[in-house]
């Protein structure tokens, strides 16, 4: 079995689920985070979460597939939130989605 240090990829997968797991915590909660209206706003945003959740040792050692993986988890379970804000924030929020 390999130990968390040697697999960065695997580590760092593994703590983007736990901050999933905490993400779907508060949606059954009925808590949402706010997403920014703009597309590169959001995009940018979600992609610096990610960025931030790796380890400053591990962050070289990621691939471009790891970070767009993560990047595109966390923000299906973002956008699954938004069901759970204010409709006049969903409006403010130009997100087009049928909840």
Do not use: C
């Not at 508060?26 to 706003?41: F, M, T």
């Not at 995009?43 to 471009?64: D, F, G, K, N, Y």
């Not at 993986?69 to 969903?90: I, W, Y």
């Amino acid at each position: 079995m390999a130990s968390p240090a040697s697999d960065p990829q695997a580590s760092f997968l593994d703590r983007i689920e736990r901050r999933l797991r905490f993400l779907k915590t508060l949606q059954a909660g009925g808590l949402g985070v706010y997403l920014p209206g703009d597309e590169r706003q959001r995009t940018h945003a979600i992609e610096q979460v990610v960025r931030m959740t790796a380890r400053t040792s591990e962050l070289p050692l990621l691939t471009a597939d790891t970070l767009k993986t993560a990047t595109e988890k966390v923000r299906a379970h973002l956008e699954a939130m938004q069901s759970v804000l204010p409709h006049d924030v969903q409006y403010r929020n130009r997100i087009k989605r049928s909840w």
